[in-house]
């Protein structure tokens, strides 16, 4: 059984070597011509967006200088609403939506991520 180990060793480390080995082999063997692009599977360099662990957002509506129009098209903001946002201004941070009972907790927590209260 000793005189087998090390045979059995060799064997598994050169196995490992070629099934690591062969895609990349693989790739670099096919021929590239001249005029040809890169395949059609593979997206550009350029095309890959970078991995930031958040999702893109749109911008931001600013409570302070929003119409009434772009007020009501937040979720759970309807015209009587939205005038009295228009009314309570400024703000000087967006919670002041909750703090000064405009909006319940329940409706700021669906747009907070969507307006900002920005200082002039």
Known sequence: MTCFRPFLR??????????LSAPALAQSAQPASPGASAPASRPAPAAIA???GKAPTAALLDINSASPAELDALPGIG?????AIIKGRPYKGKDELVQKN???KGVYDKIKDKIIAKQK
């Open 10 to 19: 060799r064997f598994v480390l050169i196995a490992l070597t070629a099934a």
């Open 79 to 83: 015209a009587a609403r939205s005038d």
């Open 50 to 52: 970078p991995v930031t």
């Open 102 to 104: 405009i909006l319940p």
